[in-house]
């Protein structure tokens, strides 16, 4: 080998070596960067006819598994629609009260029940009763007011959300069509591009937790976005993609045919429904189905509340109007929808008490009833009897069934459903749905921990693989440092040589 070989190959081991230092160094410094995968510097081997003429550095390379990347944002996806739902169903959760306190539906409707037991044993202390009666009632008002008002809020709260995260998904693409444009660019120039498809990857990790995609990567650098629907989402650095409007939502408020929150549209179709997982479809799927299944379920309680105690001759619960829904007609469209929000104490029977004893309605029967006329016998229990046997039992007080709790037809379209039969009795019903509700958010609350699981697993093997580890570099930064050294003695010593050759033929 000559000695000018040996200077070249020397040289570029140097240059070479450097430039894996310069890149260490870089991945060191970077170590705790947001999205910042370490790099390595690929030596090329250079030959002429057959010589070694030394290496060649190929630039900056990510090490980093796609498949991996893809599955950890499909995941990270799932994280953030289960940490977005148990949220929201944590509230709904506190709202119906701690059972071990009595505080459940159910517990008041027997509270209630038991209030009318006390004063059946005694109908002339019905001014002294008044307080346990008309507190169990108000108790249950309250407990439906207060569980319609929450059910309202993560409604009204979802779809907000949907507008906010609209928003950032739109902010998020405009970033990833710049990055792609680069992408591309530098691909083309055959420039290095692994520091931008950090900034890409970062980016798309951003828009999996809003909305589950499957990117798909292009040799030239270009890449395609779909959807978990099915939809090919476009990626342009001006405007927005989608577009939704915010609106109030209220008990009657749906998606879809003549409902009246907004669609989210792109394009100028409507693609709610293929806007699948992440934060914005778990934000779609709480608004337009279990939310609006909850609100119903609520309501047919209240509905059946204040029509069983009317059939049987006290109007107890009504609306600000005075008036009882009629559970026997359509969910949808009816004045059951939204009265767990508005069920109140009659005021009549607020101005007279005696009324818990007396009655407030005539009922044609069979068998007839007629309230207890003023200055009527103090030890009156036809009422309190009808209300004890038929208003709180699975009877009416004719002997038949009453009308099953309805289950399906549910929501204000009518097209939800509860995931449980009928049951006979208020209190059963009112039961229910605590227990359903509420173990719902205990399902929403065990899949959370289910996705932190296999998200943190992904995330850990992603950094063992792709990550910077800084003693690993560190021991790297000595071993090139040796390298350096030996080149730095090649040129050293070929430099000698080219010295002593000079001076012997002087």
């Given at each position: 080998m000559s000695i000018d070989a040996a200077l070249l190959i020397a040289r570029s081991g140097l240059m070479?070596?450097?430039?894996?230092?310069?890149?260490?160094?870089?991945?060191?410094?970077?170590?705790?960067?947001?999205?910042?995968?370490?790099?390595?510097?690929?030596?090329?081997?250079?030959?002429?006819?057959?010589?070694?003429?030394?290496?060649?550095s190929l630039g900056p390379m990510r090490e980093v598994d796609t498949a991996l990347l893809n599955e950890m944002n499909k995941r990270r996806s799932a994280k953030?629609?289960?940490?977005?739902?148990?949220?929201?169903?944590?509230?709904?959760?506190?709202?119906?009260?701690?059972?071990?306190?009595?505080?459940?539906?159910?517990?008041?409707?027997?509270?209630?029940?038991?209030?009318?037991?006390?004063?059946?044993?005694?109908?002339?202390?019905?001014?002294?009763?008044?307080?346990?009666?008309?507190?169990?009632?108000?108790?249950?008002?309250?407990?439906?007011?207060?569980?319609?008002?929450?059910?309202?809020?993560?409604?009204?709260?979802?779809?907000?959300?949907?507008?906010?995260?609209?928003?950032?998904?739109?902010i998020t693409l405009r970033d990833i069509a710049v990055l792609r444009r680069n992408l591309v660019e530098r691909t083309g120039a055959g420039i290095p591009t692994a520091d931008v498809e950090d900034k890409l990857d970062l980016a798309l990790s951003r828009l999996s937790e809003l909305l589950e995609v499957k990117p798909v990567r292009q040799a030239n650098g270009d890449i395609l976005i779909l959807g978990a629907g099915g939809v090919t989402i476009p990626i342009q650095e001006q405007g927005d993609v989608f577009s939704v409007q915010g609106a109030v939502i209220g008990p009657t408020s749906y998606y879809g045919g003549m409902g009246t929150i907004p669609a989210i549209m792109l394009n100028g179709l409507d693609v709610t429904k293929q806007m699948i997982g992440g934060e914005i479809g778990e934000s779609i799927a709480l608004r337009d189905q279990t939310l609006p299944r909850y609100q119903a379920e609520l309501d047919i309680a209240a509905a059946e509340l204040a029509d069983r105690f009317r059939a049987e001759g006290l109007r107890l619960f009504t609306d600000g109007t005075g008036?009882?829904?009629?559970?026997?007609?359509?969910?949808?469209?009816?004045?059951?929808?939204?009265?767990?929000?508005?069920?109140?104490?009659?005021?009549?029977?607020?101005?007279?008490?005696?009324?818990?004893?007396?009655?407030?309605?005539?009922?044609?029967?069979?068998?007839?009833?007629?309230?207890?006329?003023?200055?009527?016998?103090?030890?009156?229990?036809?009422?309190i009897d009808r209300i004890l046997n038929h208003s709180f039992g699975a009877n009416t007080a004719s002997g038949a069934s009453w009308g099953p709790f309805a289950t399906t037809g549910l929501g204000p379209d009518g097209t939800l459903s509860s995931p449980f039969g009928s049951p006979s009795t208020i209190e059963d019903y009112s039961a229910l749905v605590t227990a359903m509700q509420t173990s719902d958010?205990?399902?929403?609350?065990?899949?959370?921990?289910?996705?932190?699981?296999?998200?943190?697993?992904?995330?850990?093997?992603?950094?063992?693989?792709?990550?910077?580890?800084?003693?690993?570099?560190?021991?790297?930064?000595?071993?090139?440092?040796?390298?350096?050294?030996?080149?730095?003695?090649?040129?050293?010593?070929?430099?000698?040589?080219?010295?002593?050759?000079?001076?012997?033929?002087?």
């Open positions: 070479h070596t450097q430039r894996a230092l310069s890149n260490a160094a870089d991945n060191v410094a970077n170590a705790e960067a947001e999205g910042y995968t370490r790099k390595r510097i690929v030596g090329d081997a250079v030959s002429a006819a057959g010589q070694g003429m030394g290496v060649r953030a629609a289960a940490e977005l739902r148990e949220a929201a169903l944590s509230r709904i959760d506190e709202a119906h009260g701690d059972p071990l306190k009595g505080e459940a539906l159910g517990d008041l409707v027997a509270k209630l029940r038991t209030s009318f037991v006390n004063l059946r044993a005694d109908p002339s202390q019905v001014v002294n009763q008044q307080a346990i009666v008309l507190n169990a009632a108000s108790n249950l008002v309250s407990r439906f007011n207060d569980l319609g008002r929450v059910v309202g809020e993560a409604r009204q709260a979802a779809h907000d959300g949907i507008v906010q995260k609209i928003g950032e998904v739109n008036a009882v829904p009629n559970p026997n007609l359509p969910y949808a469209g009816s004045a059951q929808v939204g009265f767990a929000n508005i069920i109140q104490i009659n005021s009549a029977v607020k101005a007279d008490v005696r009324l818990l004893r007396d009655g407030t309605e005539i009922i044609t029967g069979p068998p007839a009833f007629t309230p207890n006329p003023p200055g009527g016998p103090v030890g009156f229990t036809v009422l958010s205990a399902a929403a609350a065990s899949a959370l921990e289910t996705a932190k699981q296999f998200s943190e697993g992904l995330e850990a093997r992603f950094t063992r693989e792709s990550r910077v580890n800084v003693d690993s570099e560190m021991a790297s930064l000595v071993q090139l440092q040796n390298a350096y050294a030996a080149n730095a003695r090649v040129m050293s010593t070929a430099q000698s040589m080219w010295t002593s050759l000079f001076d012997s033929v002087r």
